[in-house]
């Protein structure tokens, strides 16, 4: 019959079922495990600032309760942690939010150019306390995105605030924005995603943002999309950072059927680039694999 397997593709069609099963289960365990993982690296994140929290309220209760400096920087330092874990539980919310509507596909036109504008607007204080500026270059014409506003400005967001914190001081950071043809491209757990043999080239944009900081090594960069994989922890959580970022940028951009890349040269910087579809293409954009989790 015309859907019988070649002898080549393993003989029989009652073997390949059973081998397509074996598959399935071991990806099942996997994310599973996967899934067991992030929950005790949030609760983790989570007890930390929560320890602190509760040990400086019972200092200030007893041996400090009369001493005003203590209760001063006690305070202070209290206020750090809770921020710490109100941004934590912000970005768990957005992770569980997209997670939900990841296979759904996003509606409402964008223009990506005036986004990154607003974002830069947003950021632009936070840059300057570290004497960075943020360049914007090219943006003129671009074809607009088919896309969720609010979850693409996060996507801009977490990319140039990791090139504000990650750079080097009195450096720059370049926003590009660039048309550019979006190619059927592998998904982002490095599963290669079906082509399409002699489809349209699929017209979309580029945006890269590029920072002069410390870069980051070779074998870093196919983990750095999982959700608190940090190179550094200690210095990511000292500059205020959750480790969450960049498991939500691969999200949005897989829902937005985009592809992320990463460049990045040790001890010079690096360039994250987000590839989107323009909106009427948007359709015919080959699916991304399964995200992992
Ligand atoms: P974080 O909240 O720790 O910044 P992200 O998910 O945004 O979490 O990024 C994960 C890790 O990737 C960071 O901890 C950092 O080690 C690395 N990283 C991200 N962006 C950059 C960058 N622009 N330059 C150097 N390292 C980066």
Redesign the pocket.
């Known amino acids: 019959t015309p859907f019988r397997q070649p002898a080549e593709d393993g003989g029989e069609d009652g073997e390949i079922t059973a081998i397509v099963t074996l598959h399935d289960i071991t990806a099942i365990k996997r994310s599973e495990q996967m899934r067991a993982d992030f929950v005790a690296n949030a609760s983790h994140e989570l007890r930390t600032p929560l320890s602190t929290l509760v040990g400086f309220i019972e200092t200030l209760r007893g041996p400090a309760r009369d001493d005003a400096d203590a209760r001063d920087r006690f305070l202070a330092i209290m206020q750090e942690q809770a921020g710490r874990m109100s941004r934590l539980v912000m970005d768990l919310l957005s992770l569980s939010r997209i997670e939900l509507d990841e296979h759904t596909h996003p509606t409402g036109e964008t223009n990506v150019a005036a986004l990154v504008q607003s974002v830069v607007a947003m950021l632009e204080l936070k840059a300057a306390a570290r004497k960075i500026t943020i360049k914007v270059q090219g943006g003129e014409g671009l074809p607009r995105v088919q896309g969720d506003e609010d979850q693409l400005t996060q996507v801009f967001q977490?990319?140039i605030d990791?090139?504000i914190?990650?750079?080097r001081e009195q450096t720059e950071v370049v926003v590009t924005l660039e048309r550019a043809d979006a190619p059927p491209m592998p998904g982002a757990t490095g599963i290669r995603a079906r082509q399409v043999p002699h489809g349209p080239r699929i017209q979309g944009i580029k945006v890269s943002?590029t920072?002069k900081?410390?870069?980051?090594a070779r074998t870093?960069l196919p983990r750095?999309?999982e959700r608190f994989?940090?190179?550094?922890?200690a210095?990511?959580r000292a500059?205020?950072?959750?480790?969450?970022?960049?498991?939500?940028?691969k999200h949005i951009v897989n829902r937005h059927r985009g592809r992320l890349t990463i460049d990045?040269e040790v001890g010079k910087?690096?360039t994250?680039t987000v590839h989107l579809p323009a909106a009427d293409k948007a359709e015919k954009a080959v699916p991304q694999s399964a995200p992992n989790l």
């Open positions: 977490n990319l990791n090139a914190k990650y750079g943002v920072d900081g410390d870069g980051i870093h750095l999309t994989y940090r190179v550094d922890a210095r990511s500059l205020g950072g959750t480790g969450l970022g960049l498991a939500i940028v990045s910087g690096s994250f």
